[in-house]
């Protein structure tokens, strides 16, 4: 599997920007983010194949950005216009275009006043 290590979570006040980053430990077709709000299941936030158009949930639609760099082997999560049902664990996620996924340990992001 592929290891991943996210960094950036932290605190946001409602309607603020954050910025998620993710770098794996080899190139893998598809990254993107997941994330686990309390109570709830894991869900969808976006993700991305290589050079290509990123997929997101309706939920964080025209809000977050999902960008690549593949140099680098790393994705990118920009949040936009935060409010408090975007409290939760983010995960970094990768797949390969077949075969199991990898996920990263999650970075907290709480939004609050």
């Known amino acids: 599997q592929v290891h991943l290590v996210e960094s950036g979570g932290g605190l946001v006040q409602p309607g603020g920007s954050l910025e998620l980053s993710c770098v794996a430990s080899?190139?893998?077709?598809?990254m993107g983010w997941y994330r686990q709000a309390p109570g709830k299941q894991r869900g969808l936030v976006g993700t991305?194949?290589?050079?290509?158009?990123?997929i997101y949930s309706d939920s964080v639609k025209g809000r977050f950005t999902i960008s690549r760099d593949n140099a680098k082997n790393m994705v990118y999560l920009q949040m936009h216009n935060v409010n408090l049902d975007d409290t939760a664990v983010y995960y970094c996620?990768?797949?390969?275009?077949?075969?199991?996924?990898?996920w990263g340990q999650g970075t907290q992001v709480t939004v609050s006043s």
């Open positions: 991305m194949l290589t050079n290509d158009i990123p």
């Open positions: 080899e190139s893998i077709a598809r």
């Open positions: 996620y990768a797949a390969p275009l077949t075969g199991r996924p990898s």
